[in-house]
């Protein structure tokens, strides 16, 4: 895939996937902002079955840092790890690309249902 900037090489890797449109924008919009943010520090293109891992999960921390929507933020987590599984790696490879969270227990809505919230771990 060298012809192919990494956005495109993982929107290729999406569309084997089998993504819907609301998580095909999540994915996409995570990943530009990926690529964004080491677009200084590379000086030739990306190829996705040879990125870092660790650059990633360093990512994904400094995401977690500026979490505002836990759920959005574990999408986006879920998107990165389907992509780079796609494209090769192992499972065992992708544990860095985690966040640990904490279900607290809210108060019963007017039906008496539990409720929960996710909370980051930090």
């Known amino acids: 895939m060298p012809d192919f900037s990494l956005l ?3 929107k290729r890797c999406a569309d084997k996937i089998g993504y819907n449109d609301v998580i095909s924008v999540i994915m996409a919009k995570v990943w530009l ?14 190829q996705l079955q040879d990125l870092d891992v660790a650059l ?8 977690s840092k500026r979490c505002v929507d836990v759920e959005l933020l574990l999408l986006e987590i879920t998107c990165i790890r389907m ?6 790696f192992l499972h065992n490879q992708l544990s860095g690309l985690s966040v640990r969270i904490k279900r607290e227990r ?9 409720r929960f919230a996710k909370r980051l771990c930090i």
Not at 83 to 88: D, F, I, K, P
Not at 106 to 114: I, P, S
């Open 56 to 63: 990633l999960a360093g990512f994904v921390e400094m995401r």
């Open 8 to 10: 495109e090489q993982v």
């Open 33 to 46: 902002e990926f690529e964004q943010s080491i677009a200084p520090f590379s000086s030739h293109p990306l």
């Open 106 to 114: 809210l108060a019963n809505d007017e039906n008496g249902k539990y």
């Open 83 to 88: 992509v780079l599984l796609e494209s090769g």
